[in-house]
């Protein structure tokens, strides 16, 4: 029986604010877990994957969204309070865990516009061939697919603050479909 | 009919595709494998316990210090009167205030949730950050460290375009605040807002438009005696190891074209953008910098602790490439120009960040200079979030 992550935020937050300078790596990570998936696979819309991500990546996000550069309420609790030290012990461990499978059923057609654009935009040149991501750059790589668009979304209407500005002139002139074909290739790229 | 059909196909193509990434504009065919993408910078604080400064080489009787650390993503710095430093970033969006305590810097952060505050000025006791969509000045900061800022935003009329966009700002000694709008792209053909340098009245006010062709300036500075404006610019990625090179150049009056997007460098013409003379009525570099170099700050020095030799010779911050197989720069180069400032001899002064050439393998990035009343030399590095003390002993 699993109840829904948003239902277990209100209590989550409670949990983090009280322990906020009481809490152990492990105890951490589980608060971490409980929304982001055992071990870093989230089965919960709008809520990424954590596990394979590589290390620099996750610990230059956690800072943007402990400083609130990034905004994203959900967050804004989990991470009050960290300091740079257990950020770069949480990145070590989400980037070490097993990434995920894909989940969802390919469209063969999306799935071919998908992979055209990746090629035509050049994605695998920083993401890797297999889009697993390295340093800075994250894995795309069977993540959720609501939550890839999502972040491209971000990106291209400079609502994600604190990336570089790159990836917003990567998309830029992309339109929603083609957005929404990207985010199913990646999501469900084997 | 076939043919028609083949158009139609390739007007659909070049519809979706007509802007395509724009740093990576201008990537030809046989580099589409290249993995060569920008340098992760870091977020989290460096304890001085792991920076290995010992790594850094100078020449003899000079000696480095770690004077600061903890300012995660710091580059430029400005200097106010009583002497605290105030450092723009990038990603991280802080601007930091480093004050020094006798012996032992403290840091704080003066604002944050900026969209790359890089740029950062003291004029008249006050403090000028600019953003990439935001001016703010912060009067007599230095003695009320809780003063509210101005916002003059509004004044400056900043496009919305980000890429390269995020700034170096310095006041002249004109009064002026001069403020880069560089390509929005890596190579393009540029709206008419971008790829340039202006000047503003300390208010926002007065704008003039004194460089174009400009690239992505992250570094100028004025000659001590002829007070004419120098500055650094990026080169263009993907045309190679090789180049084409970063710049050094000098502004002997406003209104000169650097080039940019048809002519690189000392005369390269560009890969993609091809005009019939298009160095035409261009104002070549004093020198180039070296490929994919990635200049940043430049000052002339002026200070009485360094040997008379590096009088009036400038100083350019080198952080070092991305787009180039072979790592090149991580440095800090002593450039001397000649008398009339028409060319320059460059030579590497601060080395050792660069471990590895080939793999790519770095430990810090130094990014901006700047000279302390003692003669000193303080260096940003932007990779570690530290400042390094350079200093001279007569040995």
């Keep these: 029986m699993r109840s829904s992550c948003k239902g277990r935020w209100a209590w989550l ?15 951490r990570l589980q608060l971490c877990d409980a929304c982001h998936g055992p071990g870093g696979i989230s089965a919960t819309a709008g809520t990424p994957s954590l596990a394979g991500q590589p290390p620099i990546f996750l610990e230059n996000q ?46 063969p057609a999306l799935m071919g516009r998908g992979a055209a654009l990746a090629l035509k935009l050049r994605c695998a040149s920083c993401h890797e061939a297999d889009y697993r991501g390295r340093e800075q750059m994250p894995r795309l790589a069977a993540q959720r697919e609501e939550y890839l ?21 990567a998309l830029y002139g992309v339109s929603d479909a083609e957005v929404r074909a990207l985010a199913h290739f990646l999501a469900n790229h084997r | ?112 949730k900026l969209t790359q505050p890089a740029g950062v000025a003291m004029h008249g006791g006050s403090l000028y950050v600019m953003a990439i969509d935001k001016v703010l000045r912060y009067d007599g900061i230095e003695k009320n460290p809780d003063v509210q800022p101005v916002d003059l935003t509004d004044r400056f009329n900043l496009p919305p375009q980000q890429h390269h966009n995020w700034k170096y700002i310095a006041f002249g000694p004109d009064g002026k605040l001069y403020v880069p709008f560089g ?24 704008m003039e438009v004194i460089a174009r062709g400009v690239r992505n300036t ?44 048809y002519c690189h460098a000392k005369g390269v013409l560009d890969a993609d953008f091809k005009k019939k003379d298009g160095c035409k009525g261009v104002t070549l570099p004093v020198t180039t910098m070296g490929p994919h170099a990635a200049v940043m700050g430049v000052i002339f020095y002026t200070g009485s602790m360094f040997p008379k030799e590096y009088q009036n ?61 003692d003669g000193s030399m303080l260096v940003s590095d932007e990779q570690l979030g530290a400042i390094y003390r350079v200093s001279y002993a007569k040995k």
């Design chain 1, 13 to 27: 937050t409670a949990l983090f604010v009280a322990n906020a300078l009481a809490q152990s790596l492990p105890e």
């Design chain 1, 62 to 107: 956690l800072v943007l969204l402990r400083e609130g550069v990034r905004e994203v309420p959900q967050m804004a609790a989990a991470v009050q309070g960290l300091k740079d030290a257990e950020i770069r012990l949480i990145a070590r461990h989400y980037g070490a865990q097993k990434p995920a499978a894909p989940q969802g059923t390919p469209d």
């Design chain 1, 149 to 169: 668009e999502y972040a491209m979304n971000g990106y291209r209407r400079y609502t994600r603050k604190g990336g570089d500005t790159l990836m917003a002139a």
């Design chain 2, 1 to 112: 009919m076939k043919r028609t059909l083949l158009a139609a196909a390739l007007l659909a193509a070049m519809t979706v595709y007509a802007q395509p990434p724009a740093w990576q504009q201008g990537k030809p065919p046989a580099m589409a494998d290249s993995k060569l993408a920008p340098l992760a910078g870091r977020n989290t604080e460096t304890p001085a316990s792991e920076i290995p400064i010992g790594k850094v080489k100078l020449p003899k009787g000079f000696a480095v210090e770690i004077w600061a650390t903890g300012m995660p993503g710091g580059r430029a710095m400005a200097r106010g009167d009583s002497g605290k430093i105030y450092m723009g970033t990038r990603g991280l969006g802080r601007v930091y205030e480093v004050t020094d305590e006798g012996g032992r810097r403290t840091s704080r952060v003066v604002v944050d």
């Design chain 2, 183 to 206: 390509a929005p792209c890596n190579i393009c053909e540029p709206p008419p807002e971008y790829a340039q340098i202006r000047r503003y009245n300390a208010d926002g006010s007065g």
């Design chain 2, 218 to 261: 992250q570094g100028f500075t004025w000659h001590p005696r002829t007070k004419q404006l120098w500055f650094t610019d990026h080169g263009r990625d993907w045309m190679g190891d090789k180049g084409p090179e970063d710049e050094l150049n000098r502004i002997s009056k406003a209104g000169l074209n650097f080039g940019y997007p």
């Design chain 2, 313 to 373: 010779t400038m100083f350019i911050a080198r952080k070092g490439s991305w787009n180039r197989t072979v790592k090149f720069g991580f440095d800090v180069a002593n450039v001397r120009p000649s008398k009339d400032g028409r060319k320059a001899t460059v030579k590497r002064f601060m080395t050792g960040f660069l471990e590895d050439a080939k793999a790519g393998k770095f430990w810090g990035r130094p990014a901006y200079l700047l000279q302390m009343p």
